[in-house]
């Protein structure tokens, strides 16, 4: 016979007795009676809390319990961290309430807590510390337990597997954070105010050759997988032709590279795209949000966490702006400018001086003979005036930093460097390896300033370019950037910090090159041509002129691209994008030779842009490496809540996990055994 239970509720709906879970009265089963009453005992002790539903919310404070500094056997003070971020001292008197004294002592340190507080009495009120805000215990009670283990000391420095540690009692991660919301906030506002629209496009997107590595994700259709984007690129532009003329996202990217201090598998980035507009007005907007925070970070508002100077959110005033000398500088230059006086389409303004190439090496043939077997050479030539180091200081540094150099800078088949040192004493002050007529050579590469002892002298050869120079940098540029860093660390150069004044240096770079040469294990755009397009095939040409040279070496042509550095970092990069369906197509199938497979996975954007599309421009700002830089920390895992490792690991979930061959199977996988 069945047995019929009745379901709870006002209806009288039963339910066969033998249809329950098996597993849930086994589950039930298997708890003691001793083991409920423990549950329950906990909950009551560590059951939640909400102020709104509290009785007495306005005498009521929640947080963290602080470390705790007694007087006396009836007198013990803690600070408390409220949720606001708020740090106020508890005051806990046992000669008025024992009881509740006695809680306060138990209670460990760092626990979550409840405190009721009550009016103090004037001899309490008479030892109020000055300058900060003192409540005085009523009653306390513990929110959750912690481990007994734990111990944090101002030094205390939690590993990456501890992250939820690192994130609450690393200040320095928590001002960045919360640094890395305001700053997007403001941007936001800033957008909005230029009329732009926000909107989501998809994150599972399709394969297509845009220069990076993709992550795939396979389907339950057999044989199909998504790309996750490595940029909205291709939406965006869509939505130009949809009629969206201001458009912006905060995107999540995805690239499957190697990861660097300044590299994520997974970023954020601010992603904007303006319809009917060129290169003057992306920037002129770009500079307008990025001010419009500027111009509020006062040199009160950094603090120096752990040897780091980050703006706190809570010192910014949001509607004053600074009267100090700005922090902040921008500067446009075009490529080659960047390259020829830095050496570096990064260039770190912050640096003193410039890079100088010799006008006419005929005079010092044989010093250049000494540093180069090149027969037609570029000469270059950078100064550094040190602070205070004597010639024989200066010596010991070079010779050092000479035998650190990695090989790529000191096994240059085109010439090593040659360091040459400023000695009064010495014949020709120290540099008679270039000859008499050294005076006029340093006059160049000073630019007229005056060397002082210790101060140095760089040179170095290159090959001199046939055509238009392409790379990233040049071989003295990174030299030049080792050196300076290498100096800043030992004390003889300066760098300011962050809040100074030249300590924020953002720089426009203009007029790429269009296309480089392909690089081993890069992907590039899959074409036949052994060339790749230098930021992705979408950009346009930067004239008629660059145009023709596609014809014929496209090597040559400049593009309408841009990026913003900060401080020696790319920050932001964009273009003027081919709005022309037929010089894209040009573009992929002749210059990049691209396979008609390849081109036909953009037949979405040639249906676009066939389709009224408008002239058009973007840009993406990489926010955070901004972040980063204008928190004073190199990486920007400092400055995600949960980074990846440079393994591309999340240590704290321990990810990418395992898979099997039965988590594949419906995909149509199987895992390659090894042999």
Request: charged share 25%; proline share 6%.
């Amino acid at each position: 016979m069945l047995r019929l239970k009745p379901l709870s509720g006002r209806a009288s709906a039963f339910v066969c007795h033998r249809c329950l879970p098996r597993s849930t009265s086994r589950m039930t089963s298997s708890v003691t009676a001793a083991k409920q009453a423990e549950l329950l005992k906990t909950w009551n002790k560590y059951r939640g809390v909400d102020l709104r539903t509290e009785n007495e919310a306005s005498s009521s404070c929640v947080g963290f319990l602080g470390k705790k500094r007694t007087l006396s056997k009836h007198l013990s003070f803690a600070d408390l961290t409220t949720p606001s971020g708020e740090i106020i001292q508890v005051c806990s008197n046992g000669e008025i309430d024992k009881d509740a004294h006695a809680d306060f002592r138990q209670i460990p340190a760092f626990s979550p807590v409840i405190i009721n507080v009550r009016t103090p009495s004037a001899d309490e009120q008479g030892r109020a510390s000055p300058g900060k805000t003192t409540v005085y215990l009523d009653n306390i009670r513990a929110l959750n337990g912690v481990p007994k283990e734990l111990i944090v000391t101002p030094e205390t420095v939690f590993p990456q597997t501890k992250r939820h540690l690192q994130i609450r009692f690393h200040p320095e991660i928590q001002a960045r954070l919360e640094f890395r919301s305001w700053l997007k906030n403001v941007l936001h506002q800033g957008l909005m105010e230029k009329g732009f629209t926000d909107i989501e496009t998809p994150t599972l997107f399709k394969s297509t050759p845009e220069g990076a590595r993709e992550f795939l994700v396979p389907t339950r259709q057999r044989g199909t997988a998504y790309a996750l984007t490595q940029s909205p690129q291709q939406y965006k532009q869509v939505l130009m032709a949809s009629g969206i003329s201001r458009y912006m996202q905060w995107a999540r990217c995805y690239r499957d590279e190697d990861s660097r201090a300044d590299r994520q598998p997974e970023f954020s980035q601010l992603d904007m795209e303006w319809a009917f507009a060129g290169a003057a007005t992306v920037r002129q907007d770009i500079n307008d949000i990025i001010l419009k925070a500027l111009m509020v970070l006062n040199p009160a508002c950094y603090q120096d966490i752990r040897g780091e100077s980050i703006p706190i959110v809570r010192d910014i005033s949001a509607t004053k702006q600074s009267d100090a000398t700005a922090a902040h500088n921008f500067t446009t230059l075009t490529f080659a400018e960047a390259i020829a006086s830095y050496g570096s389409d990064k260039p770190d303004l912050r640096i003193p001086g410039r890079i100088h190439a010799m006008k006419d090496i005929e005079p010092y043939r044989t010093f250049v003979g000494m540093i180069t077997h090149l027969e037609n050479p570029t000469v270059e030539a950078f100064a550094f005036r040190l602070n205070d180091a004597s010639p024989e200081e200066s010596r010991q540094f070079v010779m050092k930093f000479m035998d650190n150099l990695p090989p790529e800078l000191g096994e240059n088949p085109e010439g090593k460097p040659q360091v040459l040192i400023f000695d009064s004493r010495k014949p020709l002050c120290g540099f008679s390896s270039i000859g008499f007529e050294y005076e006029p050579l340093l006059e160049q590469v000073t630019e007229g300033q005056e060397l002082n002892d210790g101060d140095l002298v760089i040179f170095q050869a290159r090959d001199t370019p046939r055509g238009q120079y392409c790379s990233g940098s040049t071989k003295i540029g990174d030299l030049r950037i080792a050196l300076w860093k290498a100096l800043v660390e030992q004390g003889y150069m300066s760098k300011p910090r962050n809040g100074e004044p030249g300590s924020l240096q953002f720089a426009w770079v203009t007029e790429f090159p269009m296309f480089k040469p392909t690089e081993e294990n890069e992907p590039g755009q899959e074409g036949a041509a052994g060339i790749a397009a230098s930021h992705h095939p979408f950009t346009a040409p930067l004239s008629e002129n660059d145009l023709e040279l596609l014809f014929t070496n496209p090597l040559d042509a400049k593009s309408a691209a841009y990026d913003l550095v900060l401080n020696g970092v790319e920050i932001g990069g964009g273009s003027v994008r081919n709005h022309i369906a037929d010089v894209q197509d040009f573009i992929m199938r002749d210059v990049l030779q691209m396979t008609d497979k390849r081109i036909a996975d953009f037949a979405h954007l040639f249906e676009v842009l066939r389709a009224g599309c408008p002239p058009h421009a973007g840009f993406a700002l990489g926010f955070d490496r901004m972040v980063a830089l204008m928190t004073d920390t190199s990486t920007v895992r400092d400055v995600i809540a949960f980074p990846k490792t440079m393994k591309g690991e999340d240590a704290f979930v321990k990810s990418p996990s395992k898979i099997t061959d039965e988590q594949l199977a419906p995909y149509g996988l199987q895992l390659r055994r090894s042999k």
